[in-house]
């Protein structure tokens, strides 16, 4: 479990999530959940396929203005957020043996994008 814990948290401090709760003011529900659910589809994605990095951040910001908002409505840069977002892919393909299966995988994904949400809506 702690192995989990340290890899998730590499992913978070230093990943794209981290560009995320930088957001100075608190954001609403469905801005919330739309920036978690890109980033976290884009994590899931690194770890179950092949996409470049570069692919997988394109389509989650492409995804996120579908939904109506730009990276900079949380406070970041498009940079800094292609830059976070790299790094938490490589990092996740780094240690994707840290989870056991794909089923520990999805359910560590789905309670930090719970977790994710949250502290967007807090801030």
Not at 19 to 32: I, R, W, Y
Not at 37 to 47: E, H, I, M, P, Y
Not at 89 to 98: D, G, P, S, V, Y
Request: aromatic content about 8%; proline content about 2%.
């Amino acid at each position: 479990m702690r192995k989990y814990f340290t890899v998730l948290a590499a992913v978070l401090l230093f990943g794209g999530q981290g560009a995320a709760f930088a957001a100075p003011v608190p954001v609403s529900a469905d801005a919330a959940q739309a920036m978690c659910q890109v980033q976290f589809d884009a994590l899931k994605s690194a770890r179950s396929g092949h996409d470049s990095a570069d692919l997988l951040v394109n389509r989650s910001i492409i995804d996120l203005m579908k939904r109506g908002y730009a990276v900079e409505d949380y406070a970041t840069t498009t940079e800094s957020y292609r830059h976070d977002m790299t790094l938490a892919i490589a990092k996740l393909r780094e240690n994707h043996k840290a989870w056991p299966d794909e089923a520990a995988f999805i359910r560590a994904m789905d309670s930090q994008q719970k977790a994710c949400q949250v502290q967007l809506m807090k801030r």
